[in-house]
């Protein structure tokens, strides 16, 4: 399912729409935003800093549809870490040996 999200919201930018810097920064700030969440919540994935050092490297290089794509997966890895963080929070209670 988390595949599947990822690549609907790197879908979003059709081929015909070139992202520029402003679009950039604008994902890159969400996914921060969001991966700065996870953080808070103590569980943020190896796999969301990838992104976003994949989304920085691809805008350094002047490539902004792949760096917004890049951003808008650490976006929603970070997001789905955060459910994770908030969906297990009190799971292990309902594992205690009673």
Partial sequence: MLALSSALLIAALS?????????FKTAYAAAEAANKEAGRLRDQWTTTQAALDAANKAADAGNFDQAVASAKEAEALARASILQATSEKDAWKALEIR
């Fill in 15 to 23: 081929p015909a729409q070139a992202a520029s810097e402003v679009d």
